[in-house]
C-alpha cells in the first residue's frame, strides 16, 4: 500500500512539474496596424494600430510580441521587445515571418 501511495504521488508531482504555468501559456500580445515596412532586426508596422488587451499600447515592451497588417496577410513574430505608438505605429526587433 505504501508503494502505492508513493508511485501515485511521484507521478503526481512529476504531471505538475510538465504542466505549464499560466504565464507559459498564455499567447503573446498581438498589434494589428495597415502596412509594415522594414527587415527583420527591425520591423515598423504603422497606420491604424490595435494592441490586444493587456498589450503596451504607449512605450517600451520587452519579449515576444506577434504583429500583423490588415492590407496584407503577413503574421510575424518578433522576439526582441520593441516600441508601442498606438495608433500611429509599433517598433518590434528580432522578427520572423510566421504567416
Known amino acids: 500500500m505504501i508503494r502505492l ?8 508531482l512529476t504531471a505538475a512539474a ?10 503573446p500580445p498581438v498589434y494589428t496596424c495597415e502596412t509594415l515596412h522594414g ?7 504603422t497606420g ?17 510580441v506577434i504583429g500583423q497588417t490588415r492590407q496584407f496577410p503577413i503574421r510575424i513574430r518578433c522576439t526582441g521587445g ?3 505608438d498606438v495608433p ?5 526587433m528580432d522578427c520572423v ?3
Open 82 to 84: 520593441g516600441r508601442a
Open 88 to 92: 500611429d505605429q509599433v517598433l518590434m
Open 97 to 99: 515571418q510566421i504567416g
Open 48 to 64: 491604424g494600430c490595435a494592441a490586444s488587451p493587456g498589450a503596451v499600447t504607449n512605450g517600451d515592451f520587452t519579449g515576444e
Open 5 to 12: 501511495v508513493t508511485s501515485a504521488a511521484a507521478l503526481a
Open 39 to 45: 527587415d527583420p532586426a527591425t520591423t515598423v508596422l
Open 18 to 27: 510538465f504542466t505549464p504555468s499560466a504565464a507559459q501559456a498564455a499567447d
